[in-house]
Structures are given as C-alpha cells and as structure tokens.
C-alpha cells in the first residue's frame, strides 16, 4: 500500500511511544492497573457478604453474564488497536488513526444491541441457570443494572486500548484508581448506612464506571489531543473495518463462548447445593486478582508485538512473547501461591460458614495449578490475535472447551461425585491444554502470512 498520507499531524504527545517504553515500562503501570480493576468485584463481593451469603452468591452468578458482554466488547477494541499498531509500525499514520475511529464505531454499534438485548431479556438468566428462589432473589436486582455497566466498559475499553496503544497506559491507572475508589467508598456507604442493599451497590457499579469513562475521555480529547481524522475514516470504512473484523469476529466468540462455558458451570454447580455455589464465587472472586499479571503483561505483549509485526521484526516479536509469557506465568502463579497460603484468613473475610471454609481449602489449591495455564492462554492468545492469526486459536479454543472440558466438568461433578472439586479440576485441564495448543500454533510460524501488510499485498 502506497503512504501519500502517513506522515502524522498530531501533537508529539499522542505519537506511540509503546516501543521506547518496551514491555516494563509498559507493564508495571498495566499491573498496577488490572489490580485495581479487578479489585472491584472482590471489593463488591466483600460489601455483599456482610448483607448474606445469597447476596454474593446472587450477585456473582451475574457476573459471568456481564463479563461475556463486556469481553465481546473488549475483543472488537483490542483488534482495533492490533491492527491500529501494526499500521503504527508500518508508519502508516493516517490510517492508524482512522482504524481508531472505525473500531470505536463497531464499538457503538454492538454496544447498543448488547444493551438492548440484556435491557429486555436479562431476566431470563436466573430461570436458565437454574437458582434456588433465595439466590435468584438478588440475581434479578443486579441484573437490572447489566445492561448499562457492560455498555460503559464497552466504551471505556475503547480509550483503555487507544491509551495502551500510544504508551500511555498510566492513564488507565488513574481512571481506575477513581473508580475503585468511589466504588469502595460508595458500597461502605450503601452497606452499612442505608437499606439500599444489593439496589445500591449495583447503582454504585454503574455510577463509578460512568465517572471512569469521561476521565479517559477528558484524557484523550484535551489532555493528549490525539486528532482523529473522522471523514475519513467514514469515507474507508469497508476497507478500513476488514482487517479489525478478521480479528474481532473470531476473538469475540473465544471469549463469548468461555463465558457461556462458565454459565454453564454455573448450572452445574447449582445442581450441588448453595453452599457449593457460594465457595465457588469466593473463590473465583479472589483468584480473578491473579489475572492482574496475565492480563497486564499479555496487553503490554501484544501492543509491542503488533508494532514489531508492522515493522516487520519478527524476531523481536518471539523474544517479546517468549518473555512477557515468563513474566505472566510467574506473577500469576506466585500471586495464587500467596492466595492459598492466606485462604483461611481470606475466606473468614466473606463468612463464618464452616461448610464454606471447608471446601475452599482444596478449591484454593487446585486454582494454584490452573494459573500458569490461564496466563500462557492470555498471552500467547493476544499475541496470535495482534498478528492476525485470531481464527485458528479461537475456534480450536472453543472445540476443546465443548468437547472435553464441559462433558468432563459434568461427569467429575455429577456423575462421579466429585461435587465442586471436579469442577475445578475440569477448568484446570480446560486451560492447560489450551495453552499448549496456543504455544504450538505460535511456534509454526504461520501467524507471519496473517498480519494485515500481508494481506493487503
């Protein structure tokens, strides 16, 4: 492709400076950041402890439902933003800009449609998994309130990646130390103050996740004045969103059928009794923390690999993946390995139940082994996905996940006995062996024919 329009226009304060950062100084500020975002629903799950235990139950039956909205979201910007940086790379400037724009659209677009749809059949959730009355209770209060939060990330998703995309994730940070805040000092309030309930602990979600939005908004706009050029990616629309839906249509169904799996789970584990239900949402609340490395590190890697990929370096790239996967895997599982070590202080934190202690002691020690699984997933998976090279590792992903991994969680649990415990030990295997299809894919080298100058050709 010819570039009569690559030189950039804008301030020097929105050029990319992924590359001169490298993967530290892209990461810490993205750990730091992940930690707090993810410390919102531990913090939630905490204030909704000290109403009941079918409050955090109720509540965190949702969430597999808001995060499957959400990471459909997630998944159309972070292809956006890949294909974003490889033209960055490729110093096709004007078009990287514009790819902002376009993928900010498609954004818009599905956000509508997944607010619409949960605005008006968010209900039938709680019927589908199969709750007890005492837990679907709570579980149709929050629900109310899903369909605004899962748009609101959409939307910040879109700058989140933007900011990442030009080296500044610190932003982020900012914009997530505000809503953490507010969230925690709002949830205090509604607990322990007033009778809202889980009422106002959801309101609290949507109200610090809208003030987080127009921070990053504030940021972009005013602060680094990226200048998008709006017409013109109107008038290269088609071309422009080519490249980003070959990525986003296949990321979206990996994540979109990982959420399913794990509503699926959440059947499952509703056939074992309430108490089983409540353990696995402390523990699955408490563990999600570990994903702050995986998450940080598999963003930063794939940012700096994208940029790699345009400018045709591809043996920085493997050096990056072969490093941020190391970085990930040790953080995440170092994290798990303090979590399991601190679970009877942890868990006496959300309730007192000494069935609930009881079953989180081995619950706790399996989810330590399925952490360096889970992380290698992330980063290798972003990686494929920034080169181009999404379908092969998202429909394999979500083979795997039905043929083996769902009949066998409901085998170990249900038929064999097992309860919980073999349901953890599915999601375990589930990770590992994707991982090591992940790393198998990466190692063929056959991602090189899928990034975007190459298809262009």
């Avoid at 939630?44 to 990471?71: E, K, Y």
């Avoid at 309860?419 to 991982?435: H, K, N, Q």
Wanted: hydrophobic content about 50%; proline content about 3%; aromatic content about 14%.
């Amino acid at each position: 492709m010819s570039k009569p329009n690559s030189k950039p226009k804008s301030k020097p304060a929105s050029q990319s400076q992924v590359l001169k950062k490298g993967i530290w100084g892209m990461s810490i500020p993205m750990i730091i950041d992940q930690m707090i975002v993810l410390s919102v629903p531990l913090a939630d799950t905490f204030f909704l402890s000290h109403i009941s235990d079918n409050a955090a139950a109720g509540v965190g039956a949702v969430m597999p439902l808001l995060f499957m909205c959400s990471m459909i979201l997630i998944s159309i910007s972070i292809a956006g933003s890949a294909v974003a940086g490889q033209r960055l790379g490729n110093e096709q400037n004007l078009d990287a800009r514009a790819s902002i724009v376009t993928y900010a659209c498609l954004v818009f677009l599905v956000s509508i449609v997944i607010g619409s749809l949960l605005w008006f059949f968010g209900a039938q959730f709680s019927e589908l998994i199969n709750l007890s009355d005492a837990i679907k209770e709570h579980t149709n209060v929050y629900l109310k309130y899903i369909a605004f939060v899962a748009v609101i990330l959409g939307f910040r998703s879109v700058y989140q990646t933007t900011l990442n995309l030009f080296g500044h994730p610190e932003y982020n940070t900012y914009a997530n130390w505000t809503v953490a805040l507010l969230n925690i000092v709002g949830n205090a309030w509604v607990v322990f103050y007033t009778d809202y309930g889980v009422h106002g602990v959801a309101m609290m979600s949507v109200l610090s996740s809208l003030i987080g939005l127009l921070i990053l908004m504030s940021v972009f706009h005013f602060k680094l004045n990226v200048e998008l050029p709006i017409k013109y990616s109107i008038k290269q629309f088609k071309r422009l969103s080519k490249p980003i839906l070959k990525i986003a249509i296949p990321s979206s169904l990996e994540p979109l059928s990982f959420d399913v799996y794990m509503i699926y789970l959440l059947w499952v584990v509703s056939q074992v009794g309430d108490v089983a239900l409540t353990t696995r949402n402390y523990t699955y609340t408490t563990f999600i923390f570990c994903l702050a490395f995986s998450f940080a590190f598999g963003t930063a890697t794939q940012t700096i690999i994208a940029q790699l990929i345009g400018k045709k370096d591809f043996e920085q790239a493997q050096k990056t993946l072969v490093k941020g996967a190391k970085l990930a895997v040790i953080g995440s599982t170092s994290i798990a390995f303090i979590f399991f070590l601190l679970h009877p202080f942890i868990l006496s934190l959300y309730t007192d139940n000494p069935e609930i202690l009881k079953l989180g002691f081995g619950l706790f020690l399996i989810s330590v082994f399925t952490e360096p699984g889970r992380a290698i997933n992330i980063v290798v998976g972003g990686a494929l996905r920034s080169a181009g090279d999404a379908k092969f590792n998202s429909f394999s992903a979500i083979l795997l996940t039905w043929t083996i991994a769902a009949p066998l969680a409901y085998v170990l649990a249900i038929v064999m006995g097992f309860g919980i415990y073999g349901i953890f030990f599915a999601a375990l295997f589930d990770e590992v062996i994707r991982a090591l299809v992940a790393v198998w894919r990466w190692s063929t080298k056959k991602w090189m024919t899928y990034t975007v100058a190459a298809q262009e050709l």
